[in-house]
């Protein structure tokens, strides 16, 4: 067996425990902007990923919220 190999997914309980805050941490904030830009809020749930977090930056960016909230 290669060294180092498996330890990949093995985080520990702590380990996890971290990743669900910052997961946490990024998805809030989304679920409650992006109604504001005329997205559905259930996209936050893929925020964590990292690039559809900056594609959905991208979109409340180049979207006018006051125009949205009519």
Known sequence: MMQGE???FAFGMSGWL???IGAALVVVPFWKLLP???VPSWLALFSFI???AIILL????LRDPAK???
Do not use: I, K, S, T
């Open 6 to 8: 498996g330890h990949f």
């Open 50 to 52: 990292p690039l559809v």
């Open 36 to 38: 504001r830009f005329g």
């Open 18 to 20: 971290v990743w669900l």
């Open 58 to 61: 991208w979109v409340m960016a």
């Open 68 to 70: 949205e909230a009519r």
